[in-house]
C-alpha cells in the first residue's frame, strides 16, 4: 500500500481527498465517507482502518471530507458532488465502489451513480422521522436549523428515502441492537427501493453497535467483500 496523498476539490479546509493505492492493483476505486450525525468533531480520520483491508484486496481508496456543521446542507450536498466528481475523474474506472457510515451512508446513496456499488453501514435514510425521533441527540434539527414542516425541500433533498433509488447497486449492513440509527429506518429504505425498481439488500446482525460498522475486525465484512467481488465481476 502507497498514499496517503492529499487532493483538494475546494479551497475550504475540509474539502480534500486523501488516495491510498495498492500494491497490486486489481479492482476499482473504494470512497470511503465518515459519518458523525454532521458534527465538525468527527472526521474523515474515524475511516482510516478501513484503508488498509480495501488496499489489500486490491482497491484504490479514496477517503473523503466534506463541509459540515455550521456548513449546513447545501455546502455539504455540493461537496458531495465535487468531491465525488474529483475522484471519478482520477480512479482507474469510472464506476466507484461508495462506503458510507451513518450519515456517511446517506450520502453514499445520494452519491451513487449506475454501474457503483454502494455499501451503506448503518445509514441515516430519513431525516423527518430521525427529527422525530430525535435520533442523535437531536443531530438532524441541530444540522438543518428547522423542522420537516418548515424545510421540507431540504429534508426531501436530503433524505435517501424521499429521493429516487440510487441507482447503483446498494447493500445494507445495520445491527439489530444500533441505538443511533434504528435498524427499521434501513428496513423501510430497502423495501421503497424495491418496490420502486431499484437494488437493495440489506444484511443484518444481531448486535453490531453503531460505531461496530466501521471496524474492520467486526463479522460483517467477509459478508461485505464477497458481494463486492460478485459485484466487481459482473462489471
Known sequence: MTGGRLERYGPHPDQWVE?????????????????????????ADLMLPLVSPFTSRGWTVAN????????????????????????????????????????????????????????????????????AE?????????????????????????????REPSPAEVLIVHGRDDDRVPVAHSRAYAEATRAAGGRASVLELDSLPHLDAIAPDAPHWNAVHAWLDEWDARR
Not at 85 to 100: N, W, Y
Open 134 to 162: 430525535g435520533n442523535g441527540g437531536d443531530a438532524v434539527a441541530e444540522f438543518l436549523r428547522g423542522s420537516p414542516a418548515e424545510l421540507p425541500e431540504v429534508y426531501a433533498e436530503a433524505s435517501p428515502l424521499a
Open 64 to 131: 473523503l471530507e466534506y463541509r459540515r456543521a455550521a456548513d449546513g446542507w447545501a455546502a455539504l450536498k455540493d461537496d458531495l458532488a465535487a468531491g465525488l466528481a474529483a475522484i471519478r475523474s482520477a480512479g482507474p474506472f469510472s464506476e466507484v465502489t461508495l462506503v458510507g457510515h451513518s450519515v456517511g451512508g446517506q450520502l453514499a446513496l445520494l452519491g451513487g451513480e449506475a454501474g457503483d456499488a454502494v455499501v451503506a453501514l448503518a445509514p441515516v435514510t430519513d431525516l423527518a422521522r430521525a427529527y
Open 19 to 43: 488516495w491510498w493505492s495498492p500494491d497490486a492493483p486489481a479492482q476499482g476505486t473504494a470512497v470511503l465517507i465518515h459519518g458523525g450525525y454532521w458534527r465538525a468533531r468527527y472526521t
